[in-house]
């Protein structure tokens, strides 16, 4: 378990940002890959860490206490201005996510879909389309939407049956990318 007090550079894997609530759902807040940094709130507020990180794959991380961060950061502007450039893209994926969450349920995980594949998607070895290089399972999908698993279970049978996606164990391959678009940005 890493303090508060240490900041996490991610050289290489996925890791899985998650939080528990008091009555025991866990939500996947984010997925995080190759060069980015994590706890990054906890080195500019002493406290309680907000999330948990659980890795997705092998993963390397790099620990830098968070005193020997600041000290770089003074040191080197660049750091301190990538930095800055975390807070801001996190504030501005939570506002994202705060502000899509009256879209249809369908519309957001098109979007969702869209982006795993964009990020850390692989080309199907035997056919058209795009497989999600990361295991995710439907309870982290729905955690990642704030909606239910068995809104993302429905959602994902209806696209099954129409060859939009092929699912197996903590894998999705979309197979209909255009179709998907269409669903993401018309709702």
Not at 4 to 21: F, I, M, P, T, Y
Not at 147 to 168: D, F, K, N, P, Y
Request: proline share 5%; hydrophobic share 40%.
């Amino acid at each position: 378990m890493i303090g508060s007090d240490h900041l996490v550079v991610l050289v290489h894997g996925w890791v899985k940002v998650v939080a528990q609530s008091h009555a025991g759902y866990r939500a996947l807040l984010a997925l995080r890959g190759p060069g980015e940094l994590l706890g990054e709130q906890g080195s500019v507020e002493s406290g309680r860490r907000s999330a948990t990180l659980v890795t997705a794959t092998d993963a390397d991380l790099l620990h830098l206490p968070a005193g020997r961060f600041h000290v770089l950061a003074r040191a080197r502007p660049g750091i301190a201005t990538a930095f800055e450039q975390t807070l801001v893209r996190r504030l501005r994926e939570a506002d994202t996510q705060r502000a899509g969450i009256t879209e249809p349920a369908p519309a957001r995980l098109a979007a969702l879909l869209l982006d795993l594949v964009e990020r850390c998607g692989l080309p199907e070895p035997d056919g058209p389309g795009h497989r999600t290089a990361r295991p995710l399972s439907q309870d982290d999908l729905a955690g990642l939407l704030l909606t239910s698993r068995r809104t993302v279970s429905r959602v994902l049978e209806q696209w099954r049956a129409q060859g939009r996606i092929v699912t197996g164990r903590q894998w999705l391959a979309v197979r209909a990318m255009d179709q998907l678009k269409d669903q993401a940005f018309d709702g």
